[in-house]
Structures are given as structure tokens and as C-alpha cells.
Nanobody
Framework: QVQLVESGGGLVQPGGSLRLSCAAS????????MGWHRQVPGKERGLVAA???????DYTNSVRGRFIVSRDNAKEMVYLQMNNLKPEDTAVYYC???????????WGQGTQVTVTS
């Protein structure tokens, strides 16, 4: 059974930084695009950042230049470095894995990020 376990969420002031981590298990890591989505109550879950096995990245416009997604294929980890956080970044952040061969998606349980003064 595929497992994605997030860590690193919390409470931070505007302008601060957080680093989210996601540990994957029972997965063929190098055939999965990895990344992060986020969701606030009443809204759909949306893409924050994604990274392919070759390192190509994609970001939603609102975080471009502030967030950095990375992966460690040897450790089967994916990270999201979040800088210059804003109150509108407040959300539950979900790690996800997309199998590029089958199209199947897997999700972590989510970690809360709250940006407030």
C-alpha cells in the first residue's frame, strides 16, 4: 500500500518560512511525478508545485518565486520550501504522487499551514 506522510506544517508569521517534507513508501518513486496541492475550506484542492523525476518543476503563479519544490530520489522524499509566506497561503497542504504510466494518483493525509500575525 502506497503511503505518503507529510511533516513540517505549523503556524508562522507573514514573511516567515516553513519547509514541508513528504516521505513516500511502497512506491516506485522514479515513475511518479511528486508534488503538493493545498486546500482551504469551501474551495477545491489546487496544485501548488510539482516536480518530475528529471527535476522539471511547475508552480502555480501565486507561489512562483517564493516556494521551491525538490525531491530526493534516493531517500524517496519530496520537499516544499515556502518563503515569504502570506496569510493567503494558509491551507492544508497535501503531498501527492502521480504515476506517469498508469495515471493513478496517491495522496498524503495533509498538514496544516497557518500564516497569521
Amino acid at each position: 500500500q502506497v503511503q505518503l506522510v507529510e511533516s513540517g506544517g505549523g503556524l508562522v508569521q507573514p514573511g516567515g518560512s516553513l519547509r514541508l517534507s513528504c516521505a513516500a513508501s511502497n512506491i516506485v518513486f522514479n515513475i511518479h511525478t511528486m508534488g503538493w496541492h493545498r486546500q482551504v475550506p469551501g474551495k477545491e484542492r489546487g496544485l501548488v508545485a510539482a516536480i518530475g523525476n528529471g527535476g522539471i518543476t511547475d508552480y502555480t503563479n501565486s507561489v512562483r518565486g517564493r516556494f521551491i519544490v525538490s525531491r530526493d530520489n534516493a531517500k524517496e522524499m519530496v520537499y516544499l520550501q515556502m518563503n515569504n509566506l502570506k496569510p493567503e497561503d494558509t491551507a492544508v497542504y497535501y503531498c501527492y504522487a502521480h504515476n506517469i504510466l498508469s495515471g493513478q494518483n496517491y495522496w498524503g493525509q495533509g498538514t496544516q499551514v497557518t500564516v497569521t500575525s
